[in-house]
């Protein structure tokens, strides 16, 4: 049974040059969206390593959401490419750890729209009441 005022811990990982620029415009745009994303600001989506990822959910997040320029956008040429590979591997490791897959989120969003990261933010955080808290791989010594 899910808790009625369960409100889901999110990690996003955003792109310096554009998803953290979208998230930065949202809030000095004056967008509400939840506040319970707590926003990595990393070089590339393409930092993003599979452990980072791991290790979010093993300390407390119910949530993981990775935000990087489109595709042909990334500041780096390529960044961008390297991560949707390795997030799709990533995928099928939630899968075969027994976690949700809707967990974990890759999106594209780039500096000039405050209003898809708000949109995509405020989605992921209803998918994630709905799925309840994650205890699968949740490290139960942090006592979160």
């Not at 707590?38 to 290790?55: D, G, K, L, N, T």
Request: hydrophobic share 35%; aromatic share 10%.
């Amino acid at each position: 049974m899910i808790e009625q005022n369960f409100e889901p811990k999110i990690v996003a990982f955003c792109c310096n040059w554009c998803s953290y620029a979208g998230a930065d415009l949202a809030g000095t745009g004056r967008l509400k969206y939840p506040e319970n994303v707590r926003i990595i600001r990393v070089p590339c989506s393409s930092r993003v390593e599979v452990q980072m990822i791991m290790r979010a959910f093993q300390n407390g997040a119910d949530g993981v959401m990775v935000a990087g320029c489109h595709p042909g956008d990334c500041h780096y040429d390529t960044g961008n490419y390297h991560t949707r590979r390795r997030m799709m591997l990533l995928q099928s490791l939630t899968s075969f750890l027994g976690m949700e897959p809707d967990r974990f989120i890759v999106k594209w969003i780039s500096g000039n729209e405050a209003a898809k990261f708000k949109s995509t933010v405020e989605e992921f955080n209803e998918t994630l009441k709905k799925l309840g808290p994650a205890d699968k791989v949740r490290d139960q010594r942090c006592g979160i």
